[in-house]
Nanobody
């Protein structure tokens, strides 16, 4: 099983960036999927996730209204669209997947809930 992320990048504050994550030997439609991020010296934190049972989405307070998580089952790819980026969004971003539908309305929000991880993509937002 592999999750391969697109490269991150350097963007100015207020700019946008879209991350992608392609899965191999794993069907994302059968998984709960998520994006996490980790800033230097900080713990890995949830950004957004999808409950594959009912398609509901969870966003952290910092991501709400600016980021969008999505999944294209035909391409077996998940995305994180990030708009209005801020310097505090600077971090390494990781996609994650777990072969667990989850209960309706329930979200897997902790790193230890996920078995499969992407390699990480550095996102740097300049002020």
């Amino acid at each position: 099983v592999q999750l391969v992320e697109s490269r991150g990048g350097l963007v100015q504050a207020g700019g946008s960036l879209r991350l992608s994550c392609v899965a191999s030997e794993l069907y994302l439609e059968d998984c709960s999927v998520a994006w996490f991020r980790q800033a230097p010296g900080a713990e890995r934190e949830i950004v957004a996730c999808i409950n594959s049972n009912d398609g509901s989405r969870y966003y952290s307070d910092s991501a709400k209204g600016r980021f969008t998580i999505s999944s294209d089952n035909d391409k077996n790819t998940m995305f994180l669209q990030m708009n209005n980026l801020k310097p505090e969004d600077t971090a390494v971003y990781y996609c994650a997947a777990e072969e667990d539908y989850g209960k309706p309305g329930d979200f897997l929000r902790n790193p230890w809930d996920y078995q499969y991880w992407g390699q990480g993509a550095q996102v740097t937002v300049s002020s």
